[in-house]
């Protein structure tokens, strides 16, 4: 397929890098990356999804101490509740309505996969009907304080490293529990890896990716 193409943002909307879907294939995935990444870092998870899926990476709106973006204000502390990711969840539903506005986005089929912090918006966001999705997949990620009832019936893939340093599996198990007592449907795994998607949680992915919307081609 053709390489990504990149719209730079105008004020207040994001930037971002976005690769058209093929004919037929309604899949619209929205890679959101951690702490310190941008548009390109997620890219290499494009091989997990389904084969002609629209993909669309934003940068965060928050420049990094450490360098990059992230999705909270600098100088946020702590485990970060829901409502500090206020400004990052109105920016990714700007995009998506400016997605919405230009066609192709059929949001009965529109999946977040986020990578920790980018995990921890995209639950934030799922929380509201203007961005709630399909389906999410958080990756070495956290669920942010805050009511999670309005996450009843989504499906989610978790996948977390025993070993990961940054996010402690016990938090990740905590959360899960936390989801699945507010009716999400949660698959959660785990693999000996530190703050990364372990290979076995890659091809638990493809297959939650498929039994979740079947009938996408994936070859």
């Known amino acids: 397929m053709a390489e990504p193409i990149l719209v730079a943002g105008t004020e207040g909307r994001l930037t971002y890098r976005y690769r058209p879907g093929r004919p037929g294939v309604r899949l619209t995935v929205v890679l959101l990356h951690g702490l310190t990444g941008d548009e390109r870092v997620m890219w290499v998870l494009e091989r997990a999804l389904p084969v002609g899926s629209r993909i669309v990476a934003p940068r965060a709106p928050f420049p990094a101490a450490e360098g990059g973006y992230g999705w909270l204000p600098f100088g946020t502390t702590g485990w ?3 409502e500090d990711f206020r400004d990052g969840v109105e920016a990714l539903g700007s995009l998506l309505d400016d997605l919405e506005h230009a066609g192709g986005l059929d949001r009965s089929r529109l999946v977040y996969l986020g990578f920790s912090q980018g995990a921890a918006l995209a639950f934030a966001a799922s929380v509201l009907p203007r961005t709630r999705p399909a389906g999410l997949v958080a990756l070495a990620g956290f669920l942010p304080a805050g009511d999670a009832a309005g996450l009843a019936g989504l499906s989610i893939f978790w996948g977390h490293g025993t070993s990961d340093e940054r996010v402690p599996i016990a938090r990740a198990r905590q959360d899960a ?5 507010a009716e999400a449907r949660v698959t959660l795994c785990e693999s000996d890896v530190g703050h990364k998607l372990g290979a076995e949680c890659l091809r638990g992915l493809r297959a ?3 039994e979740t919307f079947p009938g996408l081609s994936e070859s």
Request: hydrophobic share 45%; net charge positive.
């Open 208 to 210: 939650w990716v498929g």
């Open 80 to 82: 970060p509740a829901r």
């Open 177 to 181: 529990d936390r989801l699945r007592a």
